[in-house]
């Protein structure tokens, strides 16, 4: 028996030194991992970006963990994040190998349930850009996108969001479905869409060697039908929350909106320019949504180095834009929702430095022009027409992020009121 105890004693230990993790020399520090499982198990995967704050606390702006045995370093705060993403953009703009990055007029006077209305409305907006088509809000590859769209956002970005695959591969089978029936419709030289575009570039190119290829268009389609609908579908869930407990900051927007407005018959982008209060109101929405807190991860492309450690080539790199979009020293209000954080004294609209959500340098976010124009035409629209209410027996707002590839809001109804005469402002 006790022979037996010593051998499995020492076996323990032969595991522990063969397995165990190391930094390398000067690298940012961290907390001690456990061999093979690095610090997953430290990390509450359910309350990550909290977790990922009190490392930084404690260990500083640049600290390291370990996903399993993969080295990675997260960045927090301003300071850090320019010098990685901006000014050493080239250094920093891999990406890691192995990892899964990245009916209100028929309700009008109830509560509504808005969940999927917004991710409908954003869906149909990324499928006309990328396949020329709009589906009804019943049609069945609609519903069945955006429910695993749904599902899949909800799994921790890192490594252990294996459950995702599914869900990820009956998408990828849909779009290629797309892809065939585009193939068969084409006129060459006359493109209707994104997918057009690229048939034809691919035609064009014949087998020169490129990276084009249909397989490839299709996780292009892939990575841009969750880049264009999940974030921006969230990030209104957040402004209609924030809208509905904050009646003084709607109010105020909709003065602004039929002031600029008046008679026009539709908003355009353009707008946003005679729209100071409006821009303050959405930029902010979108500060305190933090819908993406941690950006797709990085990797470095060659040895470098950071705010005095030393980073090797290869290693996975953590954005903590949490850290940036609440830091006290950046913002006037940084804990919460304010409009000013985006005003001047003289009531014009700014935009602060430190506002990153679609993160910074090369790799920022590619659908952030159609993101802002997004946001600003369908709320502008939208409060346009309707009053948005917490409804009273909705109990006491709730405004506690659930995490997963993205933040969203909780659940929650929303109070829709056609605007009368006495709402249409001056």
């Given amino acids: 028996m006790l022979g037996s105890l010593i051998l499995l004693w020492t076996s323990f230990c032969i595991l522990f030194v063969l397995f165990r993790i190391q930094r390398p020399k000067n690298f940012p520090p961290g907390p001690q991992p456990i061999p093979i499982f690095g610090n997953l198990l430290q990390l509450n995967l359910g309350k990550l970006v909290r977790d990922l704050k009190k490392l930084s606390e404690r260990y500083g702006k640049v600290y390291s963990i370990y996903l399993g045995r993969k080295p990675a370093v997260v960045l927090n705060g301003l300071q850090a994040m320019k010098e990685a993403l901006v000014t050493q953009s080239v250094e920093f703009a891999g990406r890691p190998k192995g990892l899964m990055i990245n009916h209100l007029l028929q309700n009008k006077g109830n509560a509504t349930d808005p969940q999927t209305l917004f991710h409908k409305a954003t869906f149909n907006i990324i499928c006309t850009v990328l396949v020329g088509t709009r589906f009804k809000h019943e049609d069945e590859f609609l519903q069945l996108n955006i429910r695993c769209i749904r599902e899949t956002t909800k799994t921790i970005n890192g490594p252990w969001a294996m459950k995702a695959f599914q869900n990820m591969n009956m998408i990828r089978k849909s779009l290629a479905d797309q892809v065939s029936q585009h193939k ?85 982008f353009v707008d946003r320019h005679r729209m100071p209060y409006t821009q303050a109101v959405i930029h902010e929405v979108q500060r305190v949504a933090d819908t993406v807190p941690l950006a797709a991860f990085h990797a470095t492309t060659k040895d470098t180095r950071l705010m005095g450690y030393d980073i090797p080539k290869g290693t996975i790199i953590i954005p903590n834009l949490s850290s940036v979009l609440s830091e006290e020293t950046q913002w006037k209000f940084p804990h919460e929702f304010n409009p000013s954080n985006f005003l001047n004294d003289e009531g014009e609209f700014v935009k602060p430095e430190a506002f990153m959500p679609f993160s910074a340098g090369s790799r920022v976010c590619l659908g952030e022009g159609l993101a802002r124009m997004e946001l600003f035409l369908i709320l502008v629209t939208l409060l346009r027409r309707f009053k948005f209410i917490w409804p009273e027996d909705a109990g006491v707002p709730d405004y506690t992020p659930v995490f997963g590839l993205t933040h969203s809001p909780k659940h929650y109804r929303l109070g829709v009121r056609l605007r009368g005469s006495g709402d249409l402002g001056p």
Avoid: W
């Fill in 184 to 268: 068969e419709s084409r006129v060459p030289g006359e493109p209707r869409d994104l997918t057009d575009c690229y048939l034809d570039e691919m035609e064009k190119r014949g087998d020169d060697g490129s990276s084009f290829s249909e397989n490839q268009l299709v996780f292009y389609l892939l990575d841009l039908f969750f880049a264009g609908t999940d974030t921006t579908s969230n990030t209104l869930l957040t402004a209609f929350l924030y809208l509905m407990t904050h009646p003084d900051v709607q109010e105020r927007c909709q003065k602004e909106i039929d002031k600029v407005l008046g008679e026009k018959m539709q908003v355009s």
